[in-house]
């Protein structure tokens, strides 16, 4: 198997032009496929697809513009140069714009919404990049705060859903005390594991039981179709009891990671077994740290930005390019959509259909 040659193509649009007789104005016709109202030396512009496919693989792929614009020279013959590339972005951004606020409100909606955060840096300062990710799509934002605040304005002060996160300490702010968390088995589990490799003799043995128990309820998730509803509650209350036995405060641990440990356990011990309790709800936060991959490699590969103008456009083409994956839809297809788009852009989320037999 092998690649065929690929040569550009260079469409050629035939427009009229001429001066109203009421305003004097000049006027110009437009194709539904055209890009750019510029003329003359100016005319010659990026084509739908191939802007398209730029934004996908730099805000989805991570791919710096320098080496998309190499990748257009050297596959397809196209003359194309980095900024050029990051202007189109910004372009497609602002029409892209009004897409932004449906994906949140998606979000605002959903049963659960998995959160974390990485290091970012906007024109050379220190800032955080977001991703909140639910069964229907996916929201990045960057901010100079790492911070409650992010989280009650991007979900909303009313927000009804499980919110799953690490333990990062932000995230048991008063403020958020009233909603409803899951916290991640999996940092727990590579805690434990940590603390047990480190420790010595009988010091091994408070890890190895809290992270058998861990295991237990996620066993019990995977039976829970299997059991009746009083037989799960009964283990469910067992598995409890066993917890709250070994990280009760009126223990004493000779220890001080086991006491640092049991402490943070009690603190968060109501956010533990929403994923028991809540259909829909997971034990792990690995669906936001798989989603932010792609924003590491962003990261590694194009030194995050320069300018809020760009921090925003890479949070709305990332987002929009995310989701559509989710969802299992073609981005260059949407992409050009939203290039082409007259006024209203196309909807993000099919509407509902309903059942009227």
Not at 80 to 86: E, I, M, R
Not at 206 to 218: D, I, K, N, T, Y
Not at 290 to 297: F, G, K
Request: one cysteine or more.
């Amino acid at each position: 198997m092998d690649i065929p040659e690929v040569r550009p193509v260079i469409p050629r649009f035939r427009m009229e032009s001429g001066y109203c007789r009421r305003c004097r104005k000049r006027v110009r016709s437009r194709h539904p496929r055209q890009v750019s109202s510029a003329t003359g030396a100016a005319g010659v512009s990026l084509g739908l697809r191939a802007r398209a496919l730029a934004a996908d693989l730099k805000h989805r792929l991570g791919i710096p513009y320098r080496k998309v614009a190499e990748l257009f020279q050297v596959a397809w013959g196209l003359e194309v140069t980095a900024s050029g590339l990051c202007q189109a972005d910004e372009r497609l951004a602002e029409k892209a714009e009004p897409v932004y606020p449906e994906l949140v409100e998606a979000l605002r909606d959903s049963v659960a919404v998995h959160v974390d955060e990485t290091g970012w840096r906007v024109g050379g300062q220190g800032a955080w990049l977001w991703v909140f990710t639910g069964p229907r799509g996916t929201v990045y934002t960057i901010d100079r705060r790492r911070s409650h605040e992010v989280v009650v304005e991007v979900l909303g002060p009313g927000f009804s859903g499980v919110w799953v996160t690490d333990g990062f300490r932000a995230y048991d702010h008063r403020a958020l005390a009233d909603w409803s968390q899951q916290k991640c088995f999996a940092h727990l589990l590579r805690e434990l594991g940590r603390l047990q490799r480190e420790k010595k003799r009988g010091a091994v043995r408070f890890p190895r039981e809290l992270a058998g128990l861990l295991r237990e309820a996620l066993a019990l998730r995977e039976e829970k179709g299997r059991l009746e509803p009083a037989e799960f509650e009964a283990r469910l209350q067992e598995w409890e009891a066993k917890l709250d036995a070994r990280i009760a405060e009126k223990r004493r641990f000779t220890d001080r990671d086991h006491e640092r440990l049991a402490r943070r356990l009690r603190k968060q011990r109501r956010h533990l077994l929403r994923f028991l309790r809540v259909e829909g709800v997971e034990a792990t936060n690995n669906r936001a740290e798989r989603a932010l991959r792609p924003a590491v490699l962003v990261r590694k590969t194009g030194g995050c930005n320069k300018t809020p103008r760009g921090a925003r456009t890479h949070a709305v083409l990332a987002s929009l390019l995310q989701t559509l994956r989710q969802q299992g839809r073609e981005t260059l297809t949407y992409l050009i959509s939203v290039l082409t788009a007259p006024a209203r852009l196309p909807p993000l989320f099919p509407p509902p259909v309903w059942d009227t037999s």
